[in-house]
Each structure stands twice: as C-alpha cells, then as structure tokens.
C-alpha cells in the first residue's frame, strides 16, 4: 500500500491506494499555505491514520523544488514552506520512504502510468490551475534540472506586458493559469469586478464581452506554451489541466489552434488532450509513491 500528498494553494488531500492506481482512502482539508509547521503536522497525522499498511509516501507540491533533496524553495503559493526540506521531515515522522516531485510533474507520471495515453515516450503536463506549471515525463521518470530543479515554464516571458505575477509582467502565469482571468478581464474592461476565474468563465456564457476576451487571451497563452514546449523537446503529448475540465471543449479547440499557428509544422503532431485521469491529482501523489522506490 502506497500513500498520496497533493499539497495545492488552496486544497490538501492525503489518498491511500495501490501500485494500480487504486484508491482506498482519502482525506482533504484547506491549505495551511503560510504556516509550515501546522501543514506538516496536518499532513503527518493524516498519513499515521492509514495505520502501519504504507510502504511509501510520495508527495506532489507546486514549485520551485530541489526534487532530488525533497526541498521546497520559494513556493510562491504555498509562503510557509520555503526552504523546507519536506521529504526528510516527512520521513522521519513516518520512517517510510518518501519522494517528493513537483506537482505537474507527479500529475505527468500518473498519466503515463494510468491515463488513456500510458506508455507515451515524451508527455508533459500543464497544471493551467491557481499557477501555471509543466510537468514533463521523458521514457516514464519525470525530468528535472541541475540540483533537481524543476522547469517552470509558468515564468518564462509571453508577452511584453501583462499582469504582474511574481513580478514579471507578462509571463505565461500571468496569462494561462486560471487565477489570471480576472486580471485578463480587467485589462479588457477595467470595470470588471469577478473574482474568480469560475466567475470570469460564467460571465462569458453570459456574454460579458471583456470575459469571453478575457478566456481567449488566455487560451492564446496556453497553445502558445504548449508550442514551446513541443518544439523544444518533440512531445508526444500535452496534458492540459484543470481549465481544460471546468472550460471545456471551445477552450480547448482554442488552445489547439493557437498551438497549430505556432508550433513548427514538423512537431504540430503533437496531442492536446484534457486530463484522462478524472483524479489525476490525488493519482499523482501515489505516482510520485512508486517513483520512490527507484531512488
């Protein structure tokens, strides 16, 4: 038996499950996202109720990491865990084995372990949620950088302007992640008051013009990162994340078009699915769980 973190800006779950994918239990509570300490303690007291059955707990975080250390740096979503190393105080209050993986890249290695397109030689996967991270999974192991760093693509320049996300206008966070639609929507119509990016995406059904702008503007970004990344590493696959399951089909014909615009005619093979896991994230978790055990 395996055990499963996915530690979201806004949402915790911990899942106990099996190296099939299947899953037995499952816990979720609101993040603690600025005190490490009492999010550490929640998660370790979630995983000691699974009892003495779990062999490994892996663990999917957003970003920035040093994967290979299980060290957190910098989150800008999640203040109270920088510099945490939270793969070793994990293992010491559970003495299992623990793997922590960025978020989009756990959520990558339960697609190709799992999902429709199992066994796919080069995968990414696009988290396009409250921030905007790629996962990539190269050969079935998630691929990272010197000192275990993880790519993040949500920070490389789209546009010379932009909202300003983590003080760099105009970066693909600043225009496909969901938490960016509102700015997007404002920038179109500064008297635009929604909230969320689920207010923006119901006001365009509505046909509030500045949203419906808004969430092209946005799916523009995202074929655009998507481009990038199939031109820099020839993907069999694009995972797109949680706009594709609450924006739907238009949203995702859109990202598919401005990717065809963009990307280089010899890579526009490349597939743009929704998510086909329908809880890829709490798979993730048990995903990154089996990759402990290959060290």
Request: aromatic share 6%.
């Amino acid at each position: 038996m395996l055990a499963g973190v996915n530690v979201g800006g806004t949402t915790t779950s911990v899942v106990l499950g099996t190296s099939a994918g299947e899953i037995v239990q499952r816990r979720a509570w609101p993040t603690q996202a600025r005190d490490g300490d009492a999010l550490i303690a929640a998660i370790v007291g979630a995983l000691r109720r699974f009892g003495d059955a779990v062999e490994a707990v892996g663990v999917a975080i957003g970003g920035p990491m040093d994967a290979r250390r299980g060290i957190i740096v910098a989150p800008p979503h999640l203040p109270g865990l920088h510099g945490v190393a939270l793969g070793d105080e994990l293992h010491a209050a559970l003495e299992v084995p623990v793997q922590v993986h960025h978020d989009a890249a756990a959520c990558a290695l339960a697609e190709t372990r799992w999902g429709a397109e199992r066994g796919a030689f080069g995968l990414a996967y696009l988290t396009c949620g409250t921030g905007f991270g790629a996962g990539i999974a190269i050969d079935g192991r998630a691929h990272y950088g010197a000192d275990g760093a993880s790519p993040e693509i949500g920070h490389v320049r789209y546009r010379d302007d932009g909202p300003d996300v983590f003080g760099k206008p105009g970066c693909f966070e600043s225009y496909g992640s969901a938490s960016a639609l509102p700015q997007l929507a404002r920038r179109r119509d500064p008297a635009c008051d929604a909230r969320t990016g689920a207010d923006v995406a119901a006001r365009a059904a509505a046909g509030d013009p500045a949203c419906a702008a808004a969430i092209a503007d946005n799916a523009a970004a995202v074929g655009a990162a998507c481009a990038l990344l199939a031109d820099l590493l020839v993907l069999d696959v694009v995972i797109l994340g949680s706009l594709a399951t609450y924006l739907g089909g238009a949203w995702i014909d859109a990202v598919r078009a401005a990717f065809a615009r963009e990307a280089l005619p010899d890579h526009a093979g490349t597939q743009l699915l929704p998510p086909t896991l329908p809880n890829v994230q709490d798979l993730s978790g048990l995903a990154a769980a089996l990759n402990s055990f290959r060290g």
